[in-house]
């Protein structure tokens, strides 16, 4: 059932924030995140892209709210996780899922 999830944050009060990082989507299936309405890109278990490239200017200094919104086509597993990390991870490899 596609679904979407949202998740208001605000960055810390830290000098040098924002700062370019990606998003990883561990746990999720197929479909797409956008930050602030930007539409970040497309995710899918298949392939090599792991991570989606966040730029700092789509991110609001502290005290802004960020908005991420994620739009998930399928069904995500129980254990769905949303992180920004600072390193991209691509050609990775990817674990089959059963539920194909």
């Known amino acids: 059932i596609p679904s979407f999830y949202t998740s208001?944050?605000?960055?810390?009060?830290?000098?040098?924030y924002p700062f370019d990082t990606f998003l990883r989507l561990d746990g999720w299936h197929?479909?797409?995140?956008?930050?602030?309405?930007?539409?970040l890109g497309r995710y899918w278990t298949v392939g090599p892209?792991?991570?989606?490239?966040?730029?700092?200017?789509l991110f609001n200094a502290y005290p802004k709210p960020n908005k991420l919104i994620v739009f998930e086509l399928e069904s995500p597993s129980?254990?769905?996780?949303?992180?920004?990390?600072?390193?991209?991870?691509?050609?990775?490899t990817t674990i089959p899922n059963p539920h194909q």
């Open 8 to 16: 208001d944050f605000v960055l810390p009060d830290t000098k040098g």
């Open 30 to 39: 197929k479909g797409l995140a956008f930050l602030n309405g930007f539409n």
């Open 49 to 57: 892209q792991i991570t989606l490239y966040s730029p700092k200017h």
């Open 78 to 92: 129980n254990s769905k996780t949303v992180q920004f990390v600072t390193q991209s991870v691509l050609n990775a």
